[in-house]
């Protein structure tokens, strides 16, 4: 298996822009997708594949990837993006899943 | 309306066993594949098993590998997580999910279920 590394916390002012990143070798075959949890609630997908947002979500949530790392980036941050983000992909050998350690974004 | 219903979850010794199942519905839940996924208290999020709609084929992560035991009957649209020897470390919410990381064949079809708690303690 492989392992996708995310930075433990990142903050942002109101209304600024934040880019939150995930390492890890598998990200060089398969993309990666975002969630994002708040407290007491499951995992809500923002991003998945490229850079598609599911239905209901805001466009100020965007994707990119370059080699082994993946990024999600929030346009003008709002209170409401004040949350934890995965991202998740396939390992190496494609046949298990395996998520980041999260980034506890905080919006000031 | 996609909803998926865990039940199961319970305080366990260490060593014990448990049986978590989901109930599914609102998808052709006979086409799609299932995972679990936990998150123990204050932690992150951790993929446990995963099990396709053809062939049953199943698989693990290391941490719970023979000791966990995923199924599904498509007739009732259920899957089931047999959880034996139980540790400690086992202790966390469990979610039944469609991951979109595993389902390619509908874009983005992800569905998460609001999880049970184990708890695994003497």
């Known amino acids: 298996s492989s392992e996708l590394t995310q930075d433990p916390a990142v903050s942002v002012a109101l209304g600024q822009t934040v880019r939150i990143t995930c390492q890890g070798d598998?990200?060089?075959?398969?993309?990666a997708n975002w969630y994002q949890q708040k407290p007491g609630q499951a995992p809500l997908l923002v991003i998945y594949g490229e850079n598609n947002r599911p239905s209901g979500i805001p466009d100020r949530f965007s994707a990119s990837s370059s080699g082994n790392t993946a990024s999600l980036t929030i346009t003008g941050a709002q209170a409401a993006d004040d949350a934890d983000y995965y991202c998740?992909?396939?390992?190496?050998?494609?046949?298990?899943?395996?998520f980041g350690g999260g980034t506890k974004l905080t919006v000031l | 309306e996609v909803q998926l219903l865990e039940s199961g979850g319970d305080l366990a010794q260490p060593g014990g066993s448990l049986q978590l199942s989901c109930a599914a519905s609102g998808f052709p839940f006979s086409f799609y594949a299932m995972s679990w996924v936990r998150q123990a208290p204050g932690k992150g999020l951790e993929w446990v098993s995963l099990i396709y709609s053809g062939d049953t084929t199943t698989y693990y992560a290391d941490s719970v590998k023979g000791r966990f035991t995923v199924s599904r009957d498509n007739s009732k649209n259920t899957v089931s997580l047999q959880m034996t020897n139980l540790r400690a470390d086992d202790t966390a919410v469990y979610y039944c999910a469609v991951l979109v990381a595993v389902v390619t064949a509908t874009p983005g079809a992800d569905y998460w279920g609001q999880g049970t708690a184990v708890i695994v303690s003497s």
């Open positions: 598998s990200l060089r075959v398969f993309s």
């Open positions: 998740n992909s396939r390992d190496d050998s494609g046949n298990h899943v395996v």
